[in-house]
């Protein structure tokens, strides 16, 4: 399963989770059983044919169907007769009209939904291509979009259902001063607009209106909110689970041989010609045989680029030397020891390793922090996927992308391996735990 919605993060608004939860915190909540629907919906299955009709649980079109239509936002008392969900006709496109791409728990989902945020770029894309090839771009965006947004949904249904009815205003209002105080900011900026009036007026040439992306926000930060209240992530690991996951992860912290080394050059241009480099090279080497520093050597004589700096030269991957005596000159021989005199085209040379490393993984005590880190990661996913899967169990949802007996929203377990022990290295791979959560082909 592939979850759009991210963990709380760093550039998450932070005053947006906080203020969302002193609700819970400064007010209390409790659990509020979800109603029924109405009437409750059709089984609905769109792509094998049969077509379905699906009545919302509130029996009121959503906001985004009306904008659809083109009717009011503000009116929430039009009553639609029915929703069908099935394809569009062959000479229309997903936002020609109005298509439910899926129903969650007797609510429909509709193709605009989901591709509003990609709103601007379809447009553009519509003038370029075919019909056939348009069309095939926007279903492309709903599958891989459409779990992202059913998850989200779900969540922020599900934080609204745990409060009554003045809590949820309360809620309300705060994502609204949030909205209106850190995204409307943001979204005169990208837009490159300064007032309200002149956004909303190029949102409506783009086929979007202000109080879309306003819902879309809310349902975004509310979903976050339910997240953060529910998933329970550990933060603490003992050191044989790192160690565990060290050893079994061992190519990810796999280092280069590398060496720091200095080189002392003596060129045949620099010096008129081959005869006086011979010269020079050799007055170098007695020198460093009579134990001179290199360093000190390879000022005086060196005509290389790092003569200045004794000759040294930075962090070298073996893979990077041409001349194979000196690759073995700097990796084969003891550290720090002179090497011969290469005679190359035009030049002279002699070498020797400062630092060196032989590469193979990191010592785990350089890795540590690392470990603890993505070990973090995994767990605020598996907490993630957890959540989400706890709210798909009990839901019901159909989309049009549904085969008889292949829903195209899977709500079903795999096994999800633990390290949790140190096998050693010729121990048996460790026994997995099952672990539910939802998967989607």
């Not at 170098?284 to 520093?293: C, T």
């Not at 795999?414 to 010729?426: F, I, K, V």
Request: charge should be negative; aromatic fraction near 6%.
């Amino acid at each position: 399963m592939r979850l759009s919605l991210t963990w709380y993060l760093p550039g998450t608004p932070a005053s947006v989770l906080l203020l969302v939860a002193a609700i819970a915190v400064a007010t209390g909540c409790r659990s509020v059983q979800k109603s029924s629907p109405a009437t409750p919906p059709a089984s609905a299955v769109g792509a094998d044919g049969q077509s379905q009709q699906v009545t919302p649980a509130s029996g009121k079109l959503p906001e985004a169907a009306v904008a659809a239509e083109g009717g009011p936002l503000h009116d929430r008392s039009v009553e639609p007769a029915t929703f069908r969900l099935n394809y569009p006709d062959d000479n229309i496109d997903w936002l020609t009209g109005t298509h439910v791409v899926a129903v969650v728990n007797g609510a429909p989902v509709f193709a605009s939904e989901i591709l509003q945020r990609q709103h601007r770029a379809l447009l553009t894309a519509r003038d370029q291509m075919p019909l056939a090839q348009f069309r095939a771009l926007q279903e492309d965006l709903i599958k891989k979009q459409l779990s992202g947004y059913v998850d989200r949904k779900l969540m922020a249904e599900a934080l609204r259902n745990d409060l009554d009815a003045d809590r949820q205003e309360f809620l309300d209002t705060q994502l609204e001063k949030i909205f209106i105080e850190q995204e409307l900011p943001q979204l005169l900026q990208s837009h490159q607009v300064d007032s309200i009036i002149q956004l909303k007026k190029k949102l409506v040439r783009e086929g979007l209106t202000l109080e879309v992306l306003k819902e879309d926000f809310q349902q975004q930060q509310a979903a976050m909110e339910y997240l953060r209240q529910k998933a329970r992530p550990r933060t603490t690991f003992a050191p044989t689970e790192m160690t565990a996951w060290y050893r079994q992860h061992l190519a990810d912290f796999a280092t280069t041989p590398r060496v720091r080394w200095r080189q002392i050059l003596v060129t045949h241009k620099k010096q008129g010609g081959p005869q006086a480099a011979r010269v020079v090279i050799d007055t170098v080497k007695e020198k460093l045989e009579a134990g001179q520093d290199f360093a000190d050597v390879a000022k005086v004589h060196s005509d290389g680029p790092a003569a200045g700096d004794g000759g040294q030269w930075d962090w070298t991957d073996r893979a990077s030397f041409s001349d194979d005596r000196v690759e073995k000159a700097l990796f084969e021989t003891a550290k720090g020891t002179v090497s011969e005199v290469f005679e190359g085209a035009g030049f002279f040379q002699m070498v020797v390793a400062t630092q060196r490393q032989d590469g193979g993984p990191e010592k785990f005590e350089a890795v540590q922090s690392k470990i603890e880190e993505k070990l973090s990661e995994q767990e605020r996913l598996k907490e993630m996927e957890r959540v989400v899967n706890d709210l798909k169990q009990a839901a019901q949802i159909t989309t049009v992308f549904d085969r008889p007996g292949q829903p195209f929203l899977k709500k079903v377990t795999r096994l999800l391996p633990t390290a949790e022990s140190d096998p050693g290295p010729a121990a048996d791979p460790p026994a997995k735990k099952a672990r539910v959560i939802p998967e989607k082909e």
